[in-house]
């Protein structure tokens, strides 16, 4: 097992990180609290995908959660705590949580949901902002913060990329919590995998991933996908045939290219 972390690391009172043939396991740790999230939890998310990142020992990241439950949402205790909050320090925290959605959606690392549980309100969030996402039959989803007055603002814009306008709609403003099935059919979730099976599906699809694959193609294929949306049809073309041309003189494309016109089979 591979697992050098710095001392903040170390340190870590919500979460776990240990790197692994590769993959980076980013686990929440909270299941006595249903790994709800507030403000210290978030802080210790973005440190750890920060260390994914520049770990180089770490090719693929799978976001995961210990216990019967993926992400409750928001803490009750931090739901209390924002009832006197003003203004700024609400935009704060809000914030907060917008560059931790950011970070994961524009990480050079390819995330990896597995959910073992309900994933509801930022839990959600949570599940859906990964770039592939692996959940069991059993769990639920939904985005319930109409039901309790609040805004599902920040997941918003992404879910409108994911997943287009009418069924963005049809989950936030209804907010209701929806089967794993109906989460595969809106394109919340990618795959589902029986709960035995599901720790052991996500290692050899990550594992695939780290063995067959460019590390640098996927990282540039992340970016160009994350930033094509919102340019015009003729920016986005000469965007995508300049990072086309790009990648073509890189060490990578070389080896791949010249492994595949040789028959030999290649290992990233």
């Known amino acids: 097992m591979e697992n050098l972390l710095t001392p ?17 396991y980013i686990t929440l740790n909270r299941p006595d609290k249903r790994n709800a999230l507030n403000a210290d939890v978030v802080t210790e998310l973005k440190r750890t995908f920060d260390h994914a990142e520049a770990d180089d020992n770490c090719k693929v990241v799978v976001l995961r959660a210990a216990g019967d439950v993926f992400c409750a949402g928001a803490d009750l205790a931090y739901i209390q705590e924002l009832q006197g909050f003003g203004y700024t320090d609400n935009l704060e925290d809000s914030t907060h949580l917008m560059q931790l959605f950011h970070q994961i959606y524009t990480l050079k690392k390819v995330v990896i949901g597995q959910v073992q549980g309900h994933a509801i309100a ?14 069991v039959p059993e769990a639920k989803f939904g985005y319930t913060e109409v039901k309790i007055g609040f805004l599902p603002a920040i997941v918003s814009v992404f879910l409108l990329r994911k997943i287009g306008e009418a069924r963005t709609k049809q989950l936030l403003l209804s907010g209701d919590v929806v089967s794993a099935q109906t989460a595969l059919d809106l394109g919340l979730v990618t795959f589902l995998a029986p709960a035995e099976a599901l720790a052991d599906t996500v290692r050899a699809y990550a594992q695939r991933m780290c063995r067959e694959n460019s590390g640098q193609s996927m990282e540039v294929t992340k970016e160009m996908l994350a930033a094509l949306p919102e340019m015009a049809l003729e920016e986005a073309l000469r965007f995508a045939a300049q990072r086309n041309a790009e990648l073509r003189g890189s060490d990578d494309c070389r080896r791949g290219i010249g492994a595949f016109l040789s028959k030999e089979k290649i290992s990233w």
């Open 8 to 24: 903040e690391l170390e340190a870590l009172r919500y979460l776990t990180y240990h790197c692994q043939e590769r993959i980076g």
């Open 122 to 135: 930022g839990g959600c969030g949570l599940a859906a902002i990964c770039d592939i996402t692996f959940a």
